[in-house]
């Protein structure tokens, strides 16, 4: 039996370092973006082979998760034995040998190297998200796991806000030599990023945690008999895929002269816009699916978009988020209609975005512009509602179908890649084409796919 938290009993120390490590998560995730047009310049590569970041990455993700569900499904769940703490522990110290190796990669002046530091940090980075998420949930009372765990995922959202404005500048600007291999201004903010992954790891490490593990899962793949986990499993590849295509080509296409013609250290400011959105979308979202009153849910759905919006007009200039209010006030409509039905939610935003993605192929310009970083605000919704929807009834085999799910990230790798083939051959524009097939998938699951899994369970309940 596992380790249980003494009842009412809260851990705000180690807490806090979980939300900055959550914090980290996404700031570094998000890096990637400014890797790709700082490393296609650097190296002089096409598409495809910028994208060979995303797939280093995320198909690091992949394997780690595929290796941790074999050992699961024959030995028993690994963090059964060694806890949640040194689960992460173990995550923090592979993500920071990977950021280590950013510094060889940059004196030898080799592609191939950084492709395989970033594959260690993903490596590192799939850890922690298989001990990370539910370590947060047992820091505490099971009572309010629900709200911690909202909690550190809003700070992984800040991460990825923040992100692409403090990674334009010092790759593109304040790290970069005049005279210096383009690959060189990356040296030291990975070097960073190395030091604080070892912080945390030696914080977690010294820090007295009571052994909790969540025992043995269900051996072999009965998990994969369920319909409504495998297309779940689809689904996350094609969320991850479509988010990572949009967010890995944004800096690219809104420099597009048929779009909008922006410099790379003005285009990133719009990609925090992009990933600002998720921000508020995932705020938006745990209010509306939550068990308030219907009155002040109203209430927090209204008061969250204004915030924003009088936050990033302080911070943006209101010329810019004055464009960006109509979208603020489309996703409150969204949600309106979701009806707090996870399916129901995440089948009209994700049309939404498919609409918005066959905008912006077909027009082009400002509202191309605008159509590709309102994907942000739409998509926030997708990873909770995917996951809990693939999760729905599914018992002692959760942890099997977690790893599945986490599994499915490789998305990230195989989908950024395509679309950068497509690009080359036919324009970044219509490449746009690979996240709008994703995204219509996705809503499909929320449509129908979610629901095939769920009755036959019913049925023999």
């Not at 969540?214 to 008999?225: C, D, F, N, Q």
Request: aromatic share 14%; net charge positive.
């Amino acid at each position: 039996m596992p380790a249980q938290v003494s009842a009412g009993r809260t851990y705000r120390g180690p807490f806090t370092v979980m939300t900055v490590l959550f914090f980290m998560w996404g700031f570094m995730t998000v890096f990637n973006d400014i890797l790709i047009p700082r490393f296609k310049e650097a190296f002089t590569l096409n598409y495809f082979q910028a994208m060979l970041v995303q797939l280093a990455f995320f198909g690091a993700y992949f394997i780690g998760a595929l290796v941790y569900y074999l050992i699961s499904a024959t030995a028993g769940d690994p963090i059964a034995r060694i806890g949640y703490k040194n689960g992460v522990v173990i995550g923090l110290l592979i993500s920071a040998a990977g950021s280590a190796l950013f510094w060889p990669a940059a004196a030898i002046i080799s592609y191939p190297l950084f492709l395989v530091a970033l594959f260690v940090v993903g490596l590192g980075f799939a850890m922690l998200q298989i001990a990370a998420n539910p370590y947060v949930t047992i820091l505490g009372p099971e009572r309010t796991a629900s709200s911690r765990l909202n909690l550190a995922q809003a700070f992984n959202s800040v991460g990825t806000t923040i992100g692409p404005l403090i990674g334009g500048y010092l790759i593109f600007q304040y790290f970069a030599k005049t005279g210096a291999h383009g690959a060189e201004s990356v040296k030291v903010p990975y070097i960073a990023f190395c030091i604080v992954f070892l912080f945390l790891a030696a914080i977690f490490f010294f820090t007295h945690l009571p052994h909790i593990g969540e025992g043995k899962i269900e051996r072999g793949a009965g998990v994969l008999k369920h319909p409504h986990v495998v297309l779940g499993v689809l689904a996350i590849f094609m969320y991850v895929g479509g988010e990572v295509s949009i967010g890995s080509s944004i800096i690219n296409f809104l420099g597009q002269k048929t779009v909008a013609g922006l410099d790379p250290v003005e285009a990133s400011k719009y990609v925090a816009l992009f990933w600002g959105g998720m921000l508020i979308g995932r705020f938006m979202g745990a209010v509306e699916l939550s068990e308030m009153k219907k009155v002040n849910k109203q209430i927090f759905l209204a008061a969250i978009p204004v915030a924003a919006f009088m936050i990033l007009g302080s911070l943006r200039g209101w010329a810019v988020v004055r464009n960006y209010l109509p979208l603020l006030a489309l996703c409150w409509l969204l949600f309106q209609f979701g009806k707090a039905l996870a399916g129901r939610t995440l089948l009209i935003f994700s049309a939404t975005i498919t609409l918005s993605l066959l905008v912006a192929i077909i027009f082009g310009g400002k509202l191309a512009m605008w159509c590709i970083v309102g994907v942000g605000l739409f998509t926030s919704i997708g990873w909770p509602n995917i996951f809990s929807l693939a999760l729905d009834g599914m018992g002692a085999y959760k942890s099997q179908v977690s790893s599945l799910l986490v599994m499915a990230i490789l998305g990230g790798a195989l989908l950024p890649p395509l679309q950068g083939h497509i690009a080359d051959i036919a324009g970044l524009q219509i490449s746009y084409v690979v996240p709008l097939v994703a995204y219509a998938y996705v809503g499909f699951y929320g449509w129908k796919g979610h629901k095939v899994g769920s009755r036959r369970l019913a049925a023999a309940t």
